[in-house]
Protein backbone atom coordinates (compact mmCIF):
# COMPACT_ATOMS: atom_id res chain seq x y z
CA UNK A 1 0.00 0.00 0.00
CA UNK A 2 1.32 3.39 -1.04
CA UNK A 3 0.48 6.25 1.78
CA UNK A 4 1.81 9.04 -0.56
CA UNK A 5 0.65 7.70 -4.10
CA UNK A 6 0.31 11.67 -5.45
CA UNK A 7 4.08 11.92 -4.71
CA UNK A 8 6.93 10.71 -6.60
CA UNK A 9 11.01 10.53 -5.90
CA UNK A 10 12.28 13.90 -5.46
CA UNK A 11 14.83 14.76 -7.26
CA UNK A 12 16.92 17.99 -7.51
CA UNK A 13 15.96 20.39 -10.08
CA UNK A 14 18.06 23.84 -9.55
CA UNK A 15 17.27 27.04 -8.48
CA UNK A 16 14.71 27.97 -11.45
CA UNK A 17 12.45 25.06 -10.67
CA UNK A 18 8.23 25.86 -9.92
CA UNK A 19 7.97 22.47 -8.91
CA UNK A 20 7.36 22.44 -5.44
CA UNK A 21 8.26 18.90 -5.28
CA UNK A 22 11.73 19.27 -6.24
CA UNK A 23 15.19 20.36 -3.96
CA UNK A 24 16.02 23.53 -5.26
CA UNK A 25 19.48 23.94 -3.58
CA UNK A 26 20.18 20.58 -1.94
CA UNK A 27 22.04 18.07 -4.52
CA UNK A 28 23.02 15.15 -2.35
CA UNK A 29 26.36 14.72 -4.80
CA UNK A 30 27.12 18.35 -5.30
CA UNK A 31 30.66 18.55 -3.93
CA UNK A 32 31.32 21.47 -1.17
CA UNK A 33 34.69 21.62 0.25
CA UNK A 34 35.66 18.09 -0.76
CA UNK A 35 32.46 16.41 0.38
CA UNK A 36 29.08 16.16 -1.00
CA UNK A 37 26.21 17.45 0.60
CA UNK A 38 25.12 14.07 1.28
CA UNK A 39 27.59 13.58 3.56
CA UNK A 40 27.95 17.51 5.19
CA UNK A 41 24.45 17.53 6.07
CA UNK A 42 23.28 13.60 6.90
CA UNK A 43 20.17 14.68 7.16
CA UNK A 44 17.12 12.86 9.28
CA UNK A 45 13.36 12.64 9.80
CA UNK A 46 12.26 13.19 13.26
CA UNK A 47 9.89 9.96 13.65
CA UNK A 48 7.80 11.88 16.26
CA UNK A 49 6.51 14.69 13.92
CA UNK A 50 5.83 12.78 10.94
CA UNK A 51 4.49 10.01 11.43
CA UNK A 52 2.83 9.95 15.08
CA UNK A 53 1.71 13.68 15.33
CA UNK A 54 -1.79 14.48 14.29
CA UNK A 55 -2.07 18.88 14.45
CA UNK A 56 -3.54 18.44 18.18
CA UNK A 57 -2.90 21.40 20.29
CA UNK A 58 -4.46 22.44 23.93
CA UNK A 59 -7.21 23.98 21.54
CA UNK A 60 -8.13 21.63 19.47
CA UNK A 61 -7.98 17.88 18.49
CA UNK A 62 -5.91 16.79 15.42
CA UNK A 63 -6.30 17.94 11.60
CA UNK A 64 -3.55 15.62 9.96
CA UNK A 65 -5.20 13.55 7.24
CA UNK A 66 -2.74 10.28 7.26
CA UNK A 67 -3.71 7.17 5.79
CA UNK A 68 -2.31 4.91 8.56
CA UNK A 69 -4.59 6.83 11.18
CA UNK A 70 -7.57 4.48 10.54
CA UNK A 71 -5.65 1.39 12.35
CA UNK A 72 -4.50 1.23 15.93
CA UNK A 73 -3.01 -0.55 18.30
CA UNK A 74 0.02 -2.91 16.83
CA UNK A 75 -1.55 -2.46 13.29
CA UNK A 76 -1.11 1.65 13.58
CA UNK A 77 2.46 0.75 15.00
CA UNK A 78 3.27 -1.23 11.55
CA UNK A 79 1.49 1.05 9.42
CA UNK A 80 3.73 4.36 10.47
CA UNK A 81 6.97 1.58 9.38
CA UNK A 82 5.62 1.38 6.16
CA UNK A 83 4.76 5.09 5.19
CA UNK A 84 8.04 5.94 7.13
CA UNK A 85 9.98 3.87 4.96
CA UNK A 86 7.84 4.73 1.95
CA UNK A 87 8.00 8.30 2.55
CA UNK A 88 12.27 8.16 3.56
CA UNK A 89 12.81 6.73 -0.17
CA UNK A 90 10.72 9.25 -2.03
CA UNK A 91 12.76 12.10 -0.03
CA UNK A 92 16.16 10.31 -0.06
CA UNK A 93 16.45 10.78 3.07
CA UNK A 94 19.68 8.92 4.88
CA UNK A 95 18.61 8.79 8.25
CA UNK A 96 15.52 8.67 10.46
CA UNK A 97 15.21 9.29 14.19
CA UNK A 98 13.00 7.90 16.81
CA UNK A 99 11.77 7.76 20.68
CA UNK A 100 11.00 3.99 21.39
CA UNK A 101 6.99 5.05 22.04
CA UNK A 102 6.99 6.75 18.57
CA UNK A 103 7.48 3.25 16.77
CA UNK A 104 5.41 1.26 19.34
CA UNK A 105 2.57 1.38 21.92
CA UNK A 106 3.12 0.80 25.96
CA UNK A 107 1.49 -2.29 27.13
CA UNK A 108 -0.43 -3.20 30.65
CA UNK A 109 3.17 -3.93 31.55
CA UNK A 110 6.85 -3.79 30.84
CA UNK A 111 6.84 -7.42 29.65
CA UNK A 112 3.81 -6.15 27.41
CA UNK A 113 5.48 -2.86 26.09
CA UNK A 114 8.73 -4.60 25.11
CA UNK A 115 7.49 -7.71 23.59
CA UNK A 116 5.26 -5.01 20.80
CA UNK A 117 8.77 -3.11 21.07
CA UNK A 118 10.24 -5.70 19.91
CA UNK A 119 8.11 -6.96 17.09
CA UNK A 120 8.10 -3.25 15.02
CA UNK A 121 11.90 -3.23 15.99
CA UNK A 122 11.93 -6.38 13.92
CA UNK A 123 9.92 -4.78 11.08
CA UNK A 124 11.85 -1.43 11.40
CA UNK A 125 15.22 -4.16 10.88
CA UNK A 126 13.53 -5.79 7.80
CA UNK A 127 12.59 -2.08 6.26
CA UNK A 128 16.22 -1.37 6.79
CA UNK A 129 17.79 -4.78 5.27
CA UNK A 130 16.66 -3.23 1.69
CA UNK A 131 16.95 0.67 2.47
CA UNK A 132 19.52 3.10 2.15
CA UNK A 133 18.04 5.00 5.25
CA UNK A 134 19.81 4.40 8.51
CA UNK A 135 19.39 5.16 12.20
CA UNK A 136 20.83 8.82 13.16
CA UNK A 137 19.90 7.68 17.34
CA UNK A 138 17.43 6.61 19.34
CA UNK A 139 16.03 7.56 22.34
CA UNK A 140 13.75 6.84 25.21
CA UNK A 141 10.47 8.72 26.38
CA UNK A 142 10.66 9.30 29.73
CA UNK A 143 7.84 12.31 29.68
CA UNK A 144 4.81 11.10 28.20
CA UNK A 145 3.45 8.34 31.12
CA UNK A 146 1.91 9.81 34.27
CA UNK A 147 4.61 7.79 35.88
CA UNK A 148 7.01 10.28 35.44
CA UNK A 149 5.39 12.81 36.45
CA UNK A 150 8.20 13.60 38.87
CA UNK A 151 10.79 12.95 35.90
CA UNK A 152 13.03 9.90 35.61
CA UNK A 153 16.74 9.99 36.13
CA UNK A 154 15.35 13.00 38.79
CA UNK A 155 12.20 11.38 40.12
CA UNK A 156 11.60 11.11 43.92
CA UNK A 157 10.32 7.75 43.30
CA UNK A 158 13.46 4.85 43.31
CA UNK A 159 10.63 2.79 41.51
CA UNK A 160 10.07 5.25 38.39
CA UNK A 161 13.66 4.84 38.69
CA UNK A 162 13.62 1.69 38.19
CA UNK A 163 11.49 1.39 35.07
CA UNK A 164 13.83 4.70 33.65
CA UNK A 165 16.46 2.46 34.15
CA UNK A 166 14.77 -0.53 32.59
CA UNK A 167 13.68 1.10 29.93
CA UNK A 168 17.41 2.69 28.56
CA UNK A 169 18.47 -0.17 29.02
CA UNK A 170 15.97 -1.68 26.44
CA UNK A 171 16.83 1.31 24.61
CA UNK A 172 20.45 0.67 24.56
CA UNK A 173 19.53 -2.89 23.14
CA UNK A 174 17.29 -1.50 20.44
CA UNK A 175 19.86 0.83 19.17
CA UNK A 176 22.88 -1.85 18.85
CA UNK A 177 20.64 -3.75 17.08
CA UNK A 178 19.34 -1.53 14.40
CA UNK A 179 22.72 0.25 14.24
CA UNK A 180 22.21 3.50 15.39
CA UNK A 181 25.19 6.06 15.17
CA UNK A 182 24.08 7.82 18.40
CA UNK A 183 21.88 7.44 21.36
CA UNK A 184 20.17 10.23 22.58
CA UNK A 185 18.91 11.65 26.52
CA UNK A 186 16.33 14.18 26.62
CA UNK A 187 15.57 15.14 29.64
CA UNK A 188 11.53 15.51 29.29
CA UNK A 189 10.79 16.16 32.90
CA UNK A 190 14.38 16.27 34.53
CA UNK A 191 13.58 19.57 36.13
CA UNK A 192 11.62 21.32 38.60
CA UNK A 193 8.77 23.44 39.48
CA UNK A 194 10.01 24.58 42.96
CA UNK A 195 13.26 24.42 45.29
CA UNK A 196 10.36 24.44 48.21
CA UNK A 197 10.05 20.71 47.51
CA UNK A 198 12.84 19.42 45.63
CA UNK A 199 16.74 18.25 46.73
CA UNK A 200 18.38 19.49 43.73
CA UNK A 201 21.89 18.39 44.43
CA UNK A 202 20.34 14.76 45.13
CA UNK A 203 18.30 14.68 41.75
CA UNK A 204 21.51 15.79 39.92
CA UNK A 205 23.80 13.01 41.96
CA UNK A 206 21.12 10.41 40.85
CA UNK A 207 20.64 12.07 37.17
CA UNK A 208 24.41 11.42 36.59
CA UNK A 209 24.24 7.90 37.96
CA UNK A 210 21.86 6.71 35.48
CA UNK A 211 24.06 7.93 32.63
CA UNK A 212 27.24 6.09 34.33
CA UNK A 213 24.94 3.10 34.31
CA UNK A 214 24.36 3.47 30.50
CA UNK A 215 27.95 3.97 29.69
CA UNK A 216 28.66 0.83 31.64
CA UNK A 217 26.06 -1.01 29.73
CA UNK A 218 26.65 -0.17 26.73
CA UNK A 219 30.24 -0.96 26.70
CA UNK A 220 28.80 -4.32 28.19
CA UNK A 221 26.98 -5.06 25.16
CA UNK A 222 29.25 -3.67 22.35
CA UNK A 223 26.73 -0.59 22.12
CA UNK A 224 29.42 2.16 20.80
CA UNK A 225 26.98 4.40 19.59
CA UNK A 226 28.02 8.27 20.19
CA UNK A 227 26.42 9.49 23.48
CA UNK A 228 24.47 12.93 23.07
CA UNK A 229 22.72 15.07 25.62
CA UNK A 230 19.75 17.33 24.47
CA UNK A 231 19.57 20.64 26.34
CA UNK A 232 16.32 22.49 26.74
CA UNK A 233 15.75 25.32 29.33
CA UNK A 234 11.93 24.59 30.00
CA UNK A 235 8.81 23.18 29.12
CA UNK A 236 7.37 21.00 30.44
CA UNK A 237 9.15 21.56 33.67
CA UNK A 238 9.76 25.44 34.57
CA UNK A 239 13.42 24.77 35.51
CA UNK A 240 15.02 22.18 32.99
CA UNK A 241 18.31 21.11 34.29
CA UNK A 242 19.90 20.77 31.15
CA UNK A 243 19.19 24.37 30.49
CA UNK A 244 21.49 25.40 28.04
CA UNK A 245 25.02 23.97 26.29
CA UNK A 246 27.15 25.94 29.14
CA UNK A 247 25.01 24.40 31.69
CA UNK A 248 25.05 20.90 30.26
CA UNK A 249 28.89 21.73 30.14
CA UNK A 250 28.94 22.34 33.60
CA UNK A 251 26.86 19.14 34.62
CA UNK A 252 28.99 16.96 32.59
CA UNK A 253 32.56 17.72 34.24
CA UNK A 254 30.99 17.97 37.68
CA UNK A 255 30.22 14.06 37.18
CA UNK A 256 33.53 13.35 35.20
CA UNK A 257 31.41 12.77 32.05
CA UNK A 258 32.37 14.97 29.51
CA UNK A 259 34.51 12.13 27.51
CA UNK A 260 31.23 9.96 27.34
CA UNK A 261 29.11 12.83 26.16
CA UNK A 262 28.25 15.51 23.06
CA UNK A 263 25.79 18.01 22.25
CA UNK A 264 22.18 17.12 20.72
CA UNK A 265 21.73 20.90 19.90
CA UNK A 266 18.37 22.47 18.62
CA UNK A 267 17.81 25.73 17.27
CA UNK A 268 14.29 26.56 19.09
CA UNK A 269 15.47 25.30 22.22
CA UNK A 270 18.47 27.79 22.19
CA UNK A 271 15.74 30.34 21.35
CA UNK A 272 13.54 29.50 24.88
CA UNK A 273 16.92 30.01 26.47
CA UNK A 274 17.62 33.50 25.38
CA UNK A 275 20.56 32.76 23.20
CA UNK A 276 20.77 32.04 19.03
CA UNK A 277 21.83 28.79 17.85
CA UNK A 278 24.82 29.45 16.46
CA UNK A 279 25.65 31.04 19.99
CA UNK A 280 25.17 27.33 21.43
CA UNK A 281 26.49 25.36 18.35
CA UNK A 282 30.11 27.61 19.17
CA UNK A 283 30.17 27.07 22.96
CA UNK A 284 29.51 23.11 22.05
CA UNK A 285 32.09 23.59 19.10
CA UNK A 286 35.24 25.24 21.26
CA UNK A 287 34.37 23.29 24.01
CA UNK A 288 34.66 19.92 21.58
CA UNK A 289 31.33 18.53 22.02
CA UNK A 290 29.51 19.41 19.09
CA UNK A 291 27.86 16.45 18.26
CA UNK A 292 24.42 16.37 16.83
CA UNK A 293 21.61 18.98 15.23
CA UNK A 294 18.06 19.51 15.53
CA UNK A 295 17.04 21.45 12.81
CA UNK A 296 14.16 24.06 13.16
CA UNK A 297 13.43 27.47 14.24
CA UNK A 298 10.89 29.12 16.63
CA UNK A 299 8.73 31.64 16.06
CA UNK A 300 9.68 34.49 17.86
CA UNK A 301 5.92 36.15 18.71
CA UNK A 302 5.53 33.34 20.26
CA UNK A 303 7.26 32.00 23.69
CA UNK A 304 7.09 28.38 23.32
CA UNK A 305 8.74 25.56 21.50
CA UNK A 306 7.30 25.85 17.88
CA UNK A 307 9.18 23.20 16.21
CA UNK A 308 9.02 25.04 12.86
CA UNK A 309 10.72 24.38 9.74
CA UNK A 310 13.75 25.83 9.45
CA UNK A 311 13.76 28.56 6.38
CA UNK A 312 15.62 31.43 8.09
CA UNK A 313 19.06 31.90 5.65
CA UNK A 314 20.43 33.67 8.09
CA UNK A 315 20.40 30.88 10.89
CA UNK A 316 21.52 28.17 8.50
CA UNK A 317 24.14 29.77 7.13
CA UNK A 318 26.02 30.59 10.40
CA UNK A 319 25.09 27.38 11.61
CA UNK A 320 26.77 25.55 9.09
CA UNK A 321 29.65 27.82 9.49
CA UNK A 322 30.06 26.58 13.07
CA UNK A 323 29.86 22.94 11.58
CA UNK A 324 32.30 23.54 8.85
CA UNK A 325 34.76 25.23 11.53
CA UNK A 326 34.71 22.45 13.57
CA UNK A 327 35.50 19.78 11.10
CA UNK A 328 32.09 18.53 10.03
CA UNK A 329 29.17 16.91 12.27
CA UNK A 330 30.96 13.69 12.59
CA UNK A 331 28.47 10.88 13.44
CA UNK A 332 25.78 13.59 13.86
CA UNK A 333 23.34 14.86 11.35
CA UNK A 334 20.74 17.06 11.01
CA UNK A 335 17.49 16.50 12.59
CA UNK A 336 14.73 17.50 10.95
CA UNK A 337 12.85 17.90 14.73
CA UNK A 338 9.91 20.07 13.43
CA UNK A 339 6.57 19.98 12.86
CA UNK A 340 3.78 21.00 9.92
CA UNK A 341 1.88 23.68 11.04
CA UNK A 342 -1.65 22.51 12.34
CA UNK A 343 -3.61 24.06 8.68
CA UNK A 344 -0.90 22.37 6.53
CA UNK A 345 -2.84 18.72 7.40
CA UNK A 346 -2.51 16.93 3.83
CA UNK A 347 -0.13 14.17 3.44
CA UNK A 348 2.45 16.32 0.35
CA UNK A 349 2.62 19.02 3.27
CA UNK A 350 5.19 16.80 4.92
CA UNK A 351 6.99 16.43 1.70
CA UNK A 352 7.09 20.24 1.09
CA UNK A 353 8.00 21.52 4.95
CA UNK A 354 11.03 18.75 4.42
CA UNK A 355 11.70 20.16 0.98
CA UNK A 356 12.03 23.48 2.17
CA UNK A 357 13.84 22.67 5.43
CA UNK A 358 16.97 20.61 3.29
CA UNK A 359 17.13 23.58 0.56
CA UNK A 360 17.42 26.38 3.57
CA UNK A 361 20.60 24.17 5.08
CA UNK A 362 21.95 23.23 1.41
CA UNK A 363 22.04 26.84 0.70
CA UNK A 364 23.88 27.52 4.21
CA UNK A 365 26.02 24.88 3.67
CA UNK A 366 27.40 26.51 0.46
CA UNK A 367 27.25 30.16 1.60
CA UNK A 368 29.08 29.65 5.40
CA UNK A 369 31.77 27.12 2.82
CA UNK A 370 32.37 30.26 0.75
CA UNK A 371 32.72 32.45 3.08
CA UNK A 372 34.95 30.86 5.08
CA UNK A 373 37.24 30.26 1.89
CA UNK A 374 36.97 34.05 1.69
CA UNK A 375 38.25 34.34 5.39
CA UNK A 376 35.27 36.86 5.62
CA UNK A 377 34.89 36.73 9.51
CA UNK A 378 38.48 35.29 10.13
CA UNK A 379 40.19 38.43 8.64
CA UNK A 380 37.40 41.05 10.34
CA UNK A 381 38.28 38.78 13.82
CA UNK A 382 42.00 39.01 13.54
CA UNK A 383 41.88 42.51 12.73
CA UNK A 384 39.92 43.31 16.00
CA UNK A 385 42.18 41.37 18.30
CA UNK A 386 45.38 42.51 16.17
CA UNK A 387 46.69 44.40 19.38
CA UNK A 388 47.45 41.07 21.18
CA UNK A 389 49.53 39.80 18.30
CA UNK A 390 52.23 42.40 19.65
CA UNK A 391 53.87 44.28 22.04
CA UNK A 392 52.08 44.22 25.86
CA UNK A 393 49.38 41.97 24.02
CA UNK A 394 51.43 39.21 23.06
CA UNK A 395 52.39 38.93 26.44
CA UNK A 396 49.08 38.54 27.88
CA UNK A 397 48.79 36.02 25.43
CA UNK A 398 51.23 33.94 25.98
CA UNK A 399 51.50 34.28 29.84
CA UNK A 400 54.48 36.47 29.99
CA UNK A 401 52.29 39.64 31.69
CA UNK A 402 51.87 39.97 35.56
CA UNK A 403 49.76 42.60 37.07
CA UNK A 404 52.78 44.24 37.80
CA UNK A 405 53.45 44.48 34.26
CA UNK A 406 50.88 45.90 33.06
CA UNK A 407 50.59 48.50 35.40
CA UNK A 408 53.84 49.61 34.30
CA UNK A 409 52.66 49.47 31.15
CA UNK A 410 49.03 51.26 32.15
CA UNK A 411 51.36 54.24 34.10
CA UNK A 412 52.71 55.03 30.78
CA UNK A 413 49.48 56.58 29.51
CA UNK A 414 49.78 55.61 26.31
CA UNK A 415 46.69 56.44 23.82
CA UNK A 416 43.99 54.52 23.91
CA UNK A 417 42.80 54.05 20.10
CA UNK A 418 39.71 51.85 19.81
CA UNK A 419 38.41 50.80 16.07
CA UNK A 420 35.11 50.82 15.29
CA UNK A 421 33.25 46.84 14.94
CA UNK A 422 31.90 47.93 11.65
CA UNK A 423 28.82 45.56 12.82
CA UNK A 424 26.43 46.90 9.91
CA UNK A 425 29.01 46.73 6.92
CA UNK A 426 29.83 42.75 8.04
CA UNK A 427 26.62 42.41 8.17
CA UNK A 428 25.89 44.04 4.71
CA UNK A 429 28.75 41.88 3.52
CA UNK A 430 26.95 38.54 4.55
CA UNK A 431 23.82 39.75 3.00
CA UNK A 432 25.49 40.07 -0.56
CA UNK A 433 26.74 36.30 0.35
CA UNK A 434 23.46 35.12 1.08
CA UNK A 435 21.75 36.70 -1.67
CA UNK A 436 24.50 35.04 -4.34
CA UNK A 437 25.78 38.54 -5.24
CA UNK A 438 30.01 37.59 -3.63
Known sequence: MSYFSNVNEIAYEGKSSTNPLAFKYYNAQEMVGGKTMEEHLRFAVAYWHTFTADGTDPFGVGTAVRGWNKYSGLDLAKARVEASFEFYSKLNAPFFCFHDRDIAPEGETLQETNKNLDVIVDMI?????????????????????????????????????????????KGLEVGKELGAENYVFWGGREGYETLLNTDMEFELDNLARL???????????????????????????????????????????????????????????????????EHELRVARINGVLGSLDANQGDMLLGWDTDEFPQDLYTTTLTMYEVLKNGGIGRGGVNFDAKVRRGSFEPEDLFYAHIAGMDAYAKGLKVAAKMI???????????????????????IVSGKATLQSLEAHALQNNPVNNKSGRLELIRSVFNQYILGDL
Do not use: C
Open 125 to 169: KEYMKTSGTKLLWNTANMFTNPRFTHGAGTTSNAEVYAYAAAQVK
Open 211 to 277: YQMAIDYAKEIGFNAQFLIEPKPKEPTKHQYDFDAATTLAFLHRYGLKDHFKLNLEANHATLAGHTF
Open 373 to 395: EDRVFENVIEERYATFKEGIGQD
